[in-house]
């Protein structure tokens, strides 16, 4: 007989997407800053860092949307 906790897949699951989603956004701020800066220079990523911050935003309210219309529509 197994002993301990049973799995939760689904929690499992969930936790598995939010951390792609903020290993995302942080890999497009980092990343994207990264390879702006080594083509461009690194004066003009002052200039994209609130781009780059708002694309990842972006990406991380976009999954809150769709986890939230889930929820809803799971009522």
Not at 52 to 59: D, E, M, Q
């Amino acid at each position: 007989m197994p002993t301990g906790k049973p799995t939760n897949l689904r929690e499992m699951e969930r936790r598995h997407e939010r951390q792609l989603v903020w290993l995302a956004a942080a890999m497009l701020l980092v990343g994207g800053g990264l390879l702006i800066a080594l083509i461009w220079g690194w004066g003009r990523l002052l200039g994209a860092l609130p781009f780059l911050a708002l694309g990842a935003a972006a990406v991380v309210a976009l999954y809150a949307l769709v986890g939230w219309l889930t929820r809803w529509a799971e009522q």
